[in-house]
């Protein structure tokens, strides 16, 4: 993979996220959507994106919408963790 790669808007996640490709939501509100991995490596593997970024990488996104992606993400994990109690988060 190349890290200075073109952000391609027809990614799988630009897909989700236009409603194009269906998904089991865990949570959403208006920066960040969390779903259930169509190919989990665990019970409870949950992805959490950003709605609005840009990105290909970390390093591409604002500070400040990264603040917001790992409080969501925290806050995701919480549930994960105390519905299913895996062995790590």
Do not use: C, W
Not at 19 to 47: C, K
Not at 64 to 79: C, D, F, P, R
């Amino acid at each position: 993979m190349v890290q200075t790669a073109a952000y391609d808007s027809d990614n799988i996640f630009a897909k989700i996220l236009r409603g194009e490709i269906p998904n089991a939501t865990v949570y959403e509100d208006d920066d960040v959507l969390s779903f259930m991995d169509a190919f989990p490596q665990t019970d409870g593997h949950t992805l959490v994106i950003p709605k609005d970024a840009r990105a290909t990488n970390f390093l591409e996104i604002d500070p400040e919408a990264l603040g917001t992606l790992i409080k969501a993400t925290q806050k995701v994990a919480t549930a994960v963790n105390a519905a299913l109690a895996p062995d790590g988060i």
